[in-house]
């Protein structure tokens, strides 16, 4: 992304969507439960604000893999329309496609975004969807993400970083942001990239709002006393001993064995 597309996906002149089209007025909304699943894939790509967020919202209800293009449609129709609203239409096709899930499904909305097809107010809900299926983004889309000034946008960033000398940087100075959830999410990122700088922002985690992700990422930056404190998390909380022993599993210290079967003693 070079520079200028990197500020349109933030600010800039641009239109916005009117709503209904000229056919949609005087008619009632469709009932998109009463469409097979062709002639919902079919009615999709043209769809407008009457119907668009009801057909998307039941492409996703139905998980239909084949409509994950004629929602990609969807959303492309609108590029431009939303750098100062949020186009409805674009946040449905986000919504279902999240839904569905899948690799299509990911790519579908990493384009979106990489391509600023969504844009303005409607970026957090793409990149919410981007972090639920693991979208791979370019570094550079990433990158800016992670300095947007929505921290909803920066946390989704961080949970789709992949290690590189520019993003590890920004990460770490994310450990000092004014959002906790963003410094939470900047830990566990760094945590899983193995770096050792989110070692105590991890510890505070699990001393006072555990969970699985954060578990995952400690675990990769583990020693010895790391292994024994997970131990210990999982007789605290033993509705994460699961996601303990899954981490214990993976590490390769010889104490995280023997820790992990105490754990398992201990569940019975």
């Known amino acids: 992304m070079n520079a200028d597309r990197q500020l349109d996906m ?4 641009g239109f916005v969507a009117d709503g209904a089209g000229p056919e949609d007025h005087g008619r009632p909304a469709l009932d998109p439960s009463t469409l097979s699943d ?12 009457l ?10 209800r139905r998980k239909l893999i084949a409509a ?9 129709r609108f590029k431009g329309f939303g750098r100062h609203a949020v186009v409805a239409e674009q946040i ?3 919504t279902a496609l999240a839904c569905i899930g899948g690799r299509q499904a990911a ?8 391509e600023d097809v969504v844009q303005g107010p409607g970026l957090p809900a793409a990149m919410a969807a981007a972090a639920a299926l693991g979208s791979r983004l370019p570094a550079e889309v990433v990158l800016a993400c992670l300095r947007h000034p ?6 989704d960033a961080c949970r789709l970083a992949r290690p590189s000398a520019g993003v590890v940087a920004v990460l770490i100075d994310l450990l000092d942001d004014l959002h906790d959830g963003v410094t939470a999410v900047a830990a566990c990122a760094l945590g899983r990239m193995g770096r050792d700088e989110a070692r105590n922002r991890l510890i505070r985690l699990l001393a006072n709002t555990p969970s699985a992700e954060a578990i995952d990422a400690f675990a990769r930056i583990a020693d010895d006393d790391a292994v024994i404190l997970l131990g210990r998390l999982a007789q605290r909380c033993p509705d994460l001993a699961g996601a303990v022993l899954d981490a214990l599993d993976e590490c390769e210290l010889p104490r995280a064995a023997v820790v992990a079967a105490g754990v398992r003693r201990r569940l019975g």
């Open 38 to 49: 062709a002639a919902l894939i079919e009615a999709l790509p043209a769809a407008g604000a």
């Open 150 to 155: 929505n921290p909803t946008v920066r946390a």
């Open 51 to 60: 119907d668009a967020p009801a057909l998307a919202a039941e492409a996703g």
């Open 107 to 114: 790519d579908v909305v990493g384009r979106a975004i990489a």
């Open 92 to 94: 449905a096709s986000m």
């Open 68 to 76: 994950e293009p004629a929602l990609g449609a969807l959303c492309r």
């Open 10 to 13: 933030f600010s800039g002149a």
